[in-house]
Structures are given as structure tokens and as C-alpha cells.
């Protein structure tokens, strides 16, 4: 079981290496629609990045590094900044057991799952709730997406991951009615 377990730390560090020192192939991230919902005292926001985790990524994900997503909402009645806040969503493998951990800040949750497609919809998806005031009015909500740098263990080599999107932060906006009707 050891021997299984260096194999797979060996294999993870040479991937990254070849990674790191090799030509890459960056992404186009962008974000779905983004979807708002107003309820009774909360307002739900909702979307998920797209085209974001290609290429170099599955290497990066199974590096055993933990990979942060970093997300920032603002919400805006004209100049008016009304809410300013910041999420992470993160990934980390584990490789002894060959599962993927999840943490989802917008809604706080944490899970488990040895499938990379599962882990993928997880870290890619952005959802919060948060209370609001009817009288704010017509309000701008904005959803940027971004990556930090990461520091990789095995190659002791701190990378900043946004070259993996090219330097582009990707970005979403849409406009609501936080008005009740009378």
C-alpha cells in the first residue's frame, strides 16, 4: 500500500513538473447567466463558470495542493455600493484515498467525491443567500471570478494560477427589482 501511495506522489510530482515547465494551454473562463431570485427577506444568487477548468487542470486539481476559486460580489443602486462580499470555493486531493474534497463558500458546504466531473460541477458553481432591503430598488448584482497563487509542496514553487485563464478575470452582471409590488 505504501509502494501505491509513493507511485501516486511520484506521478503527481512529475505531472506538475511537466506542467510548470512546459508550454501550456490557458482557458477562456466565463460565467453562465446569472441567475437572482429575490424571496421574502433573502436574495439568491446563482452561476457557474464555464470553460474555466480545461486543459492543464486536472493536473493542477490532483496535485494535492488545495486550489482556491475566489469569487466577489458586489450589489449597486447607481453609485451606491450596497454589498461587497467575498466567497472561495476550494478543491483538495486527497491521495491515499482518491477522493476530492470540496469546500463551497457561498453556502458553506463541504463534501466529498472521487469523481472529477462531480468535483468539478461543485467548484465551478457559485450560489449565496443574502438578506436585503426592499428599498434599495433597482439594483446591478456583478460576479467576478479569480484564482490566488498557489504554493506546490513537491516542486517547493509558488505559481500564480490566473496565467492558467490568461490574466482574465471573468465577470457576470445582471440587473433586479428588489421593489415588492404594493
Do not use: H
Request: charged share 20%.
Amino acid at each position: 500500500m505504501l509502494e501505491a501511495i509513493t507511485g501516486k506522489v511520484f506521478a503527481t510530482i512529475f505531472t506538475l513538473s511537466v506542467f510548470l515547465f512546459s508550454s501550456y494551454t490557458g482557458n477562456d473562463p466565463a460565467f453562465r447567466t446569472l441567475n437572482c431570485r429575490a424571496g421574502e427577506k433573502y436574495l439568491v444568487v446563482r452561476s457557474s463558470l464555464i470553460s474555466a477548468f480545461d486543459n492543464d487542470f486536472p493536473d493542477v486539481f490532483k496535485s494535492g495542493s488545495t486550489i482556491p476559486i475566489n469569487f466577489q460580489l458586489s450589489i449597486r443602486n447607481k453609485n451606491l455600493s450596497l454589498v461587497s462580499r467575498s466567497f472561495q470555493n476550494s478543491v483538495k486531493y486527497d491521495m491515499a484515498n482518491a477522493v476530492y474534497e470540496i469546500r463551497t463558500g457561498g453556502m458553506n458546504r463541504r463534501l466529498q467525491t472521487p469523481s472529477y466531473a462531480a468535483m468539478l460541477a461543485e467548484v465551478s458553481g457559485f450560489e449565496c443567500s443574502l438578506p436585503y432591503d426592499p428599498s434599495w430598488g433597482e439594483v446591478s448584482i456583478t460576479l467576478t471570478a479569480s484564482l490566488p497563487s498557489v504554493r506546490f509542496e513537491q516542486l517547493q514553487k509558488k505559481v500564480d494560477l490566473m496565467v492558467l485563464w490568461k490574466y482574465q478575470k471573468p465577470k457576470v452582471s445582471a440587473s433586479l427589482s428588489l421593489q415588492k409590488p404594493s
